[in-house]
């Protein structure tokens, strides 16, 4: 399996280009995040999905990190002009973008290589440069719980939610802080390619398959004390059985807890409700199916535990933007996502009670 990105005969093939700005104080962790999620996936013929490259916002040349090191970047600001997908890391040294909320004269320049439908991301503070520039206003948008705040004050006109790992708005997705980053990448890959690739990459980067963008950033306890008792098997009880009815209650007795207590301790330790969680885990599993068999949407929706193909297409309708056999057609065709399908919401619909 040759793994030349630009294999002879692929005359037709163009893999979807990422390009990742990076500025000076920028974070090398979350400026690693895009190349090593993005320079995974490849398709049945070995070639990879996605072309993956770094940029400046001046001619090419050393970038200053906010550690003890600096990187040199090859390509200069054009190259956005090649983009499919934008990605803004993270930078300590935003000037007059965080404190002001204004672009440089650098910056602004660079941006405007940007072709018009390019999608564009950000990772944590990564998000000023995009509402700076407009980019954001009227929008839903995320970043690190901790300058929530400041950012909302500065940028009263995006409606910012601190308490998820992402949003995706369609053409613009933004995320929360450090490895959130990962999990924005994962979904980007997941959207474009489906549950099978995305879970691939994260298998290989030995992360979890999926946490869901309306998954809260801070959670009080996320380490449980060693003398109490966690969730970990009434989570693990329930996987085992989605597709049989799941109360509440039976969850709470895997662990011999109250209602009440088993409730509050899976908010501590997921980040959402019992419910939610269930609802989400559902959907993961009926992607999957739809992805991997051929069985017809009414079994799916009994394997996965929607009882009805009508209560499948609601909540796949509510968490993907699109039908269950319009998933299948996509997916399962070796394509990914499509223009004018509804990206996923940043936050699960509610789950019915369970």
């Not at 940029?55 to 550690?67: L, N, Y």
């Not at 329930?238 to 799941?246: F, S, V």
């Not at 394509?335 to 990206?343: E, K, L, N, R, S």
Request: proline share 8%; charged share 20%; with cysteine.
């Amino acid at each position: 399996m040759s793994s030349d990105r630009h294999a002879p005969g692929a005359q037709d093939f163009r893999p979807h280009r990422v390009v990742v700005l990076a500025m000076d104080g920028v974070l090398p962790f979350e400026l690693g995040i895009p190349h090593r999620i993005f320079g995974r996936p490849r398709d049945a013929e070995g070639r990879f999905l996605y072309d993956v490259v770094t940029c400046s916002i001046r001619p090419p040349g050393p970038v200053r990190t906010d550690a003890d090191f600096a990187i040199q970047v090859e390509n200069g600001p054009e190259i956005l002009a090649t983009a499919d997908t934008v990605i803004v890391p993270a930078s300590y040294e935003l000037g007059p973008v965080f404190e002001q909320g204004v672009l440089t004269d650098d910056l602004a320049a660079a941006l405007a290589h940007i072709r018009p439908g390019t999608r564009l991301a950000s990772i944590c503070t990564g998000v000023y440069v995009l509402a700076a520039a407009g980019l954001l206003d009227g929008r839903p948008a995320t970043t690190h719980w901790a300058d929530a705040d400041r950012f909302q004050q500065l940028f009263p006109q995006i409606r910012v939610d601190p308490d998820v790992l992402f949003i995706d708005d369609g053409d613009v997705l933004t995320s929360a802080g450090v490895a959130a980053g990962i999990d924005l990448c994962l979904h980007m890959v997941r959207r474009d390619h489906g549950t099978a690739v995305a879970n691939d990459v994260a298998r290989r980067t030995v992360v979890p398959p999926h946490r869901d963008g309306g998954q809260a950033q801070y959670i009080h306890r996320p380490v449980p004390d060693p003398q109490q008792s966690t969730t970990t098997s009434a989570r693990a009880w329930a996987l085992g059985r989605l597709h049989e009815p799941i109360q509440l209650r039976d969850m709470a007795e895997q662990e011999a807890m109250s209602v009440r207590t088993f409730t509050r301790r899976f908010r501590e330790e997921v980040g959402v409700s019992p419910g939610q969680w269930l609802t989400q885990q559902r959907v993961e599993r009926a992607r999957h199916l739809l992805e991997s068999t051929g069985l017809s949407v009414d079994q799916v929706a009994h394997d996965a535990g929607f009882g009805t193909a009508q209560s499948m297409r609601q909540h796949l309708q509510a968490a993907l933007g699109v039908t269950p056999t319009a998933y299948r057609r996509t997916f399962r065709a070796g394509g990914g996502y499509v223009a004018g399908d509804a990206g996923t919401p940043y936050a699960q619909a509610p789950a019915p009670a369970p």
